[in-house]
T-cell receptor, first 115, second 115 residues
Framework: EAQVTQNPRYLITVTGKKLTVTCSQN?????MSWYRQDPGLGLRQIYY???????DKGDVPEGYKVSRKEKRNFPLILESPSPNQTSLYFC??????????????FGPGTRLTVT | AQSVAQPEDQVNVAEGNPLTVKCTYS??????LFWYVQYPNRGLQFLLK??????LVKGSYGFEAEFNKSQTSFHLKKPSALVSDSALYFC?????????????FGAGTRLFVKA
């Protein structure tokens, strides 16, 4: 089954404790992206990756890091989480980074709470 | 600044009646346009897209959308609503002049279909 998986689905942590949210896709997609969803704000793009070892900032990259060492994986790293990073996070992928007309496939989401 | 507006936080409609969920955008050039739906505790699912051609596009689950270039709008429609259509709907715009790598989402519109 074609899918995007994220782990963990739920996470409660404390300020400053480094964490990683994993994302994996089995569709051989070149392009992957991370979003955060907040009430009243919709989804905002954090980082995206056009291919292995190629990443760039989205609209809200502060406080986040990413890496793309393999085509199927695109982990999101919070080096020192803060309460304002409490949110619902989605990973997404699509065919062909340069083919912007393709739709994205989304993971099930990770609900993060930072206390 | 580029933006996507979904002017209604919530739309209420009776089952069997037509529904419209509105979306307008402020993006330079001729962007790609998308609609996604989010059911509770799920990731976003693709509904339909406009790339070029006919202004009326058809998508999944009987939904369609009408593109209006002069009004920079992309309203989602369905002739006859079902209770199972109740969900959160997002309009998304992908500017082509930035390489198609970024996607801007609206804040979302919650659709309630009453039996």
């Amino acid at each position: 089954e074609a899918q995007v998986t994220q782990n963990p689905r739920y996470l409660i942590t404390v300020t400053g404790k480094k964490l990683t949210v994993t994302c994996s896709q089995n569709m051989n997609h070149e392009y992957m992206s991370w979003y955060r969803q907040d009430p009243g704000l919709g989804l905002r793009q954090i980082y995206y990756s056009m291919n292995v070892e190629v990443t760039d900032k989205g609209d809200v990259p502060e406080g986040y890091k990413v890496s793309r060492k393999e085509k199927r994986n695109f982990p999101l790293i919070l080096e020192s989480p803060s309460p304002n990073q409490t949110s619902l996070y989605f990973c997404a992928s699509r065919h062909s980074a340069s083919g912007g007309n393709y739709e994205q496939y989304f993971g099930p989401g990770t609900r993060l709470t930072v206390t | 600044a580029q933006s996507v507006a979904q002017p209604e936080d919530q739309v209420n409609v009776a089952e069997g009646n037509p529904l419209t969920v509105k979306c307008t955008y402020s993006v330079s050039g001729n962007p790609y346009l998308f609609w996604y739906v989010q059911y509770p505790n799920r990731g976003l699912q693709f509904l339909l897209k406009y790339i070029t051609g006919d202004n009326l596009v058809k998508g999944s689950y009987g939904f369609e959308a009408e593109f209006n270039k002069s009004q920079t709008s992309f309203h989602l429609k369905k002739p006859s609503a079902l209770v199972s259509d109740s969900a959160l709907y997002f309009c998304a715009v992908r500017p082509v002049n930035t390489g198609g790598f970024k996607t801007i989402f609206g804040a979302g519109t919650r659709l309630f279909v009453k039996a």
